[in-house]
């Protein structure tokens, strides 16, 4: 279904697609799981990686999950490139699709960037984050990631607490959790949301302690330092006291429910530190491991429907 | 033939040898078109990709390449290595070497590295670029690209037009398609050709005009600003009056007749704007896509040749 | 007997270990030899290369030797990783875990961080270099030239000239060559020397002409210019006097004797370069290109014996 697809953004996924990617990512899931983490399934194709903007965990997902497939990955990072050349972006692409490359994962700083190139090519593009437009495969691992501990989204509550004007992330895991029957609240103080809130059509709260004892999910976002123009965050000490999670507010939560973060956790500002350094039942509530562990798999699920 | 052989300028290639790469270039530009890209004839070989200048299209086309041919490459940027530590390159060589690896692809900016390099060690070297002075691998993939669309060199009329004083492709295919029975003529204003302007035996002309109906191939150069010391290269102006490709040139150009450059294209300088987005009869004219294609099959020829 | 271990020190390998790996390093030593350097053994398993120091040997020398193991290995340099976003090394441990990962290989600036690293994760970590304390697999690669010259290590002589202080190389070779049986003569003047000098238990002598008529092996370290805070060192002058091998020296070292150096060398300063470029029996002396030779198959050894 997804053949030859790029995945952009959430908006043009369609939920029979998004179910197909869940229940791919079970059996790749198990693949990192066995002695031998590797399938022939891609053996002969050429994907790249092309990243305007360092990145670790990305990156290296998508080059585990090529690699775990078998296929061939280049790294084509930008700062070693022609591009010092003075080439275009364009010219770049054309470059390496004329090397028959048969998937390109992008990031890029600007927005909307990787949906024009998308435009432009003619192979399958994976948006691996452009700027503070959309991250997919972010919210698709999420996503996954509620399902394997809920199975079911119906009726679920999320939040989503944080930085939500500079997070792609924010953006993308609204849409999809939306999309896909969960009830979702956005938690940030107005210097932290978007002009455009009613694109959301969530209810909005200013403080986590408002859904902390009602959600299954409470979604941190990574303060996106790197992407403010200005010093429009609130300071460390205002975080803390409106949108942090502590050990006081874990232990508040309802039985089952999950904390989850993007990555990488600023300690001490989203998260403290006592809580991502718990142990027992209330480190049981953090996923944001297993967010890592299921992205891995949720991509080679995506380079093998959009490939083989 | 090419067993074991260095791949460092065109003169030490025979014009047996060159036909024998050309024809092997076939049966490896079809791999690529496979839905399988893979062919496992070098397994178990060790290819090290030495770059001592920043590059894309070169190091990755070579990277593939090996890839495709199932060798291990590894990618040995000189930014990155022990070189910071003082090292000298001839050192970091008997350090790889004793790494049992199998053949080097070397990219140097100055003129004469490579083959001093191939010299020194014990295995196949091939000369992906250095300084002014000779890129055997672009003169081979531009070669097959001709093959490709003329199928004979006999009486074939090539222009090569731009930067000869600081272009190592200049030297190399100036070289290599007078060595094929191509008939070359330069067009360049004097500030832009060397002293030794005797040693390429060929006419010059001043102005591209004086060559765009005649030519079969115009293979525009890149302008090297990288490499120009002083600021003695024609105004932006200047250089589009008398040597740049625009859509009334092309349009003049006879029917059959091919646009060639080595990419990456300063757009607006060799080739405008305009001509570089053509599409339909006029685009075709444009070969500069297949030149990167056919530049990953060359290199598996060439791998494949001198280490199979 | 290895089987999950992490290879952080010296002092943490018993006798038994190190045969049981030297033994198993002959093997490996012959596959680099064939004419397909590649066996299936880990096809499956994913490796790290954790870098945060530039290095060209120690990394390259582990990538190839997965590479050889058919495992996949992916390089994480620190500087393109989001650590520049201010992430710990300990999250970004997390992150790299829980893609499932087999093996990490680290090297860091920091004495004492690689140890820190193994205990703080479930999987083996094998430290290829921190800070001034230790360099295990450099030793077991040096100890392994040892061993295919003299087969036997009882009764040798060895004599470790030069940069004891800030060696880590000095470290753990001291410690293995006297674990093995080996008598270990330091050469420096106390301001190369450390404090606790007590530590090593061996005889200190301050002229490499001490030695030099007597000693099996001649161990000349690299002067670690980058590691030291002061300028403590001695000038060039008075190196080359009482430390540096010239070819007057070498001549005067026993039959079957060698000289051997961690690379990359300052030459003019531990070796001239008459030694370094001398040919015939003087060059037969010198073990330097075996031992990275060696190293391949010293690391190939550890990770299949770690892995599988």
Redesign the interface.
Known sequence: MLSKKSIIDIDSLTVEEVSQILERTDSFLEV???????VPAL????IVNLFFE????TK??F??AA??LSA?I?N??AS?????????IF??L????????DLIVVRHNCSGTVKLISKTIDIPVINAGDGKYQHPTQALLDLYTIKKRFNDFNGLKAAVVGDIVNSRVARSDIELFKKMGIDVTIVAPSMLLPDNMDYYGTEVKNCIDDVIEDADIIYMLRMQF?RQDRKIYPSVREYNKFLGLNTGRLKKMKQGSIVMHP?????GIEISEEVMNASGELAGKLE??????N??AVRMALLYLILS
């Open positions: 990192s799981k066995r002695d031998v983490k590797k053996r002969g194709k050429t360092p990145s670790t965990r290296t997902s080059e585990i690699k775990r061939d280049i084509f990072s070693t490139s022609s591009l010092k050349k003075g080439e275009s010219d770049t054309k470059t390496i699709l004329a090397m028959s490359v790197e990555g990488p956790v600023n300690r944001i491991e297993n967010q890592v562990t992205g891995v």
